[in-house]
């Protein structure tokens, strides 16, 4: 391989400077809140979204560095291994949407996905598994949010540290309940899709487009509604998340209301 040849590798694998940027302004936000550093709210809005952009990046990067490693080498070359959240092929869907609904709702929505080659991947199995990474992601990122909270370690000190922490970590649930429903368009919808033949996957392939509309659609139908947050609220539990932490987060980001 020529060395021309390996730095484009490199590059292609290499974090970029959004990222990295996105990377320290939620350090920066997670020191001054628990600094308590000038206004609370500035201080957990810089913590929480900047954070929440980063799990947006690593949910795509999920899908994407899957996706090299099933066949799909072209990802490389479209920018999706380098964390850049601008090569997004739907970035108003994988960011800008997602960050509207946190600072109007309060939800951590999920994003659209990169664009693969399903030509490409090499079995169902794998494709599967490309769908999976992302939401996978999110929980992965929602236990190491925890970790502090099951040790023990929130103290009232640094409350609006934690609040903040907590409600990142809201998201993160939100996010990765909402990913895998099983609806087309979505990435539980998605992991399915591969086993899919016939008049299912034309119906499937017909309705997926539409699909985060019929998603938005279902959470303002009371049952649905009340069936999704009683699922998360119980994972809460569950999992050890503080959840009046959460929702002084919440109001934090939501000063408005």
């Known amino acids: 391989m020529s060395e021309r040849v390996l730095r484009g590798s490199q590059r292609a694998f290499r974090p970029s400077a959004v990222f990295l940027g996105m990377v320290a302004v939620w350090i920066t936000g997670g020191v001054m809140a628990w600094l308590d550093f000038g206004s ?7 913590f929480v979204i900047a954070g929440w952009v980063v799990s947006l990046s690593l949910h795509e990067y999920a ?26 092929a739907h970035p108003v869907l994988s960011i800008v949407l997602p960050l509207v609904f946190v600072l109007l709702g309060g939800i951590g929505l999920p994003g659209g996905a ?21 939401p996978a992601t999110n929980l992965a990122f929602l236990i190491v949010l925890l970790i502090p909270f099951l040790l023990g370690l929130a103290t009232p000190a640094h409350e609006t540290f934690w609040a903040g922490l907590a409600f990142l970590a809201f998201l993160q649930l939100t996010a990765a309940v909402l990913n895998f429903v099983p609806l ?23 309705v997926s487009p539409y699909g985060m509309l019929i998603l938005f659609a279902l959470l303002f139908e009371p049952r649905v509604n009340l069936i999704f947050w009683t699922t998360v609220g119980t994972l809460a539990d569950l999992l050890g ?11 934090l980001i939501l000063f408005w209301r």
């Open 63 to 88: 899908h994407a560095i899957v996706a090299y490693h099933s066949g799909d080498r072209a990802v490389a070359e479209r920018g999706y291994l380098t964390l850049n959240p601008l090569k997004y």
């Open 184 to 206: 087309p368009g979505v990435d539980g919808g998605n992991i399915l899709r591969p086993w899919l033949t016939g008049s299912g996957a034309r119906v499937y392939d017909a």
């Open 114 to 134: 990169v664009w693969l080659d399903h030509h490409a991947i090499r079995g169902r199995l794998r494709s599967s598994l490309i769908s999976a990474a992302g």
């Open 241 to 251: 998340l503080p959840l009046f932490l959460a929702d002084a987060g919440r109001d």
């Open 40 to 46: 609370p709210i500035v201080n957990v809005l810089l």
